[in-house]
């Protein structure tokens, strides 16, 4: 290994460590608690350091973003892959095979919501500097919302542009995950509104 490959390597474990210990520290006290000062403490380096990789908190929120987008597309895939195989030969594409793809899809996204409230906030509430919707947008984020298209396409309806109904199916699992995270709905009611939400707005 190259001198030159050995610093590239080292950049990119410094980088690993970084994100990783802004993570772990917004899951244990919010995402006011990530300073900077803060993190060089944790990690044990200087805060010029911590400065020669993110320019700041906002370049760190955004790359907690990336792997939690990341993150949430194999978790959706996953899920949507294991529903299918469960259904078995054949079934899969049935009304309930297909329903069963969907209804585990959404419960994947709500339960990634739940497991990782700062990484979510840090995806979809807070600013990281990530374009959405737009040419500049980063490879995961396209790649997150893709994971979404690909089981939902099927249940678009005829007439309707899958990636505007992925969008507003998209839309109402936030909506979801953050209002009851703010316990503005009842923590209880969770499988019914997915069910509810699967079999009217889905065309299965």
Request: glycine residues 8%; aromatic residues 6%.
């Amino acid at each position: 290994m190259s001198v030159q490959e050995r610093k590239q390597r080292e950049r990119a474990e410094r980088e690993r460590l970084i994100v990783a210990t802004a993570r772990e520290l917004s899951e244990e006290q919010g995402w006011d608690a990530v300073t900077t000062r803060r993190l060089a403490e944790r990690i044990e380096y200087s805060q010029p350091v911590l400065y020669s990789h993110f320019r700041g908190k906002r370049e760190i929120i955004g790359a907690v973003a990336l792997q939690g987008a990341a993150e949430l597309a194999a978790e959706l895939r996953r899920a949507s892959t294991e529903a299918e195989a469960g259904a078995g030969a054949g079934a899969s594409a049935s009304v309930e095979g297909v329903r069963g793809r969907v209804t585990a899809l959404a419960r994947a996204y709500l339960d990634f919501a739940e497991r990782n409230p700062a990484v979510y906030d840090a995806m979809f509430q807070l600013d990281g500097g990530l374009a959405f919707a737009a040419e500049d947008t980063p490879e995961a984020l396209k790649d997150g919302f893709a994971a979404l298209l690909e089981t939902l396409r099927d249940v678009a309806g005829e007439g309707v542009e899958p990636g505007l109904f992925t969008e507003v199916f998209w839309a109402s699992l936030h909506g979801l995950a953050t209002l009851t995270r703010a316990r503005r709905l009842p923590v209880g009611d969770a499988e019914r509104r997915v069910w509810l939400l699967v079999s009217r707005l889905a065309v299965v």
